[in-house]
């Protein structure tokens, strides 16, 4: 029939013409001879609209499927602690404080050992529960619109006030930035990089992209390339989780006891701050399957036992 030929129904309209020029002699002849009804032509257009409404009830069916997937209500634990964890930055300090004590006792329950003694011997650490004083709080005279730019913008944030910039600028510790930013890949932490080129000060890069962790320990360490010339000190670092923790634990004896060993060092170091941006997905590093355990754990063995010893000089900033 006509809806299964259309080139065959398309000759026989136009008289065996495949282009336009040929359309005034074809009319003529139609009126001529009366060879040609104009019930054959709606046939043909109406074969056209029963394919393209065959092709639009396909494509809306199966936008339904996918519109009814995206909606599924959350059924889990985890499900509601990634929807927490979006947005988390902008909320009040009472709900980031119940966020990161979810996501540290489960993430320490998951990966406790079954020995009783084990839980006893660091039950200290392990049995933290973080305040409202370990968290750094947005000054109450900023305003909503200063808020929302501070938190889009890296520098502005650092400016705010989670640090002294004038001591930021003249920072001497090796191996214990000031300042330590945790974000959920290299890309990332790239990106805020940039957002910090406009403080002009040295940024260590904490992240496996193209950096090996030998290279990171003497960057840490102050040393020069070469092995000669000025020390030079970081202020800031931007890494990822994982990098972050290898650098924690590297040197440190068996035990894993916080004597200062590690390339990366917390004992001067005064902020850390999550980097919340969120992935395609909807994820942040906090909620990232592959960096939310590398981070509850080096929460565990760096943060906590400093927070625990500084008593307030040391704080947890969202971003």
């Not at 001879?33 to 494509?59: E, H, M, P, W, Y």
């Not at 959350?74 to 300090?93: E, F, N, Q, V, Y």
């Not at 068996?254 to 941006?277: K, M």
């Amino acid at each position: 029939m006509g809806g299964d030929d259309l080139a065959s129904d398309d000759e026989y309209v136009f008289g065996g013409a495949s282009d336009g020029s040929d359309n005034d002699s074809v009319s003529s002849e139609v009126d001529d001879n009366n060879k040609i009804s104009t019930s054959k032509k709606r046939k043909v257009t109406n074969n056209d609209d029963n394919l393209n409404s065959a092709q639009v009830a396909v494509g809306v069916s199966s936008s339904k499927k996918r519109r009814k997937k995206k909606q599924d209500a959350p059924g889990s634990s985890k499900s509601l602690l990634i929807l927490a964890g979006r947005g988390i930055a902008l909320d009040g300090i009472p709900s980031q404080v119940k966020f990161i004590n979810t996501l540290y006792a489960h993430s320490i329950k998951m990966s406790m050992g079954a020995s009783a003694e084990d839980q006893a011997d660091n039950d200290e650490i392990n049995m933290y529960s973080f305040t409202s004083e370990d968290f750094y709080s947005t000054p109450p005279e900023t305003d909503e619109k200063t808020k929302l730019y501070q938190h889009k913008n890296l520098d502005a944030f650092l400016k705010g006030g989670p640090v002294s910039m004038k001591r930021l600028k003249n920072w001497k510790h090796p191996a214990s930035p000031m300042a330590i930013i945790v974000t959920l890949s290299a890309r990332r932490a790239v990106e805020l990089m940039k957002g910090l080129a406009s403080l002009k000060l040295p940024v260590a890069k904490l992240f496996a992209k193209h950096f090996r962790v030998e290279e990171q320990v003497e960057m840490l360490q102050g040393q020069s390339k070469g092995g000669g010339g000025k020390k030079k000190f970081y202020s800031i670092a931007v890494g990822t989780p994982g990098r972050l923790l290898s650098l924690l634990r590297h040197g440190r004896d068996d035990q894993g006891s916080d004597n200062g060993l590690g390339a990366l060092r917390l004992n001067h170091t005064e902020v850390i701050i999550f980097d919340t941006h969120e992935d395609s997905k909807g994820f942040n590093v906090c909620t990232l399957k592959d960096t939310s355990s590398d981070l509850m754990h080096f929460m565990k063995e760096g943060v906590v036992p400093q927070l625990q010893r500084k008593k307030g000089k040391m704080k947890i900033a969202l971003f």
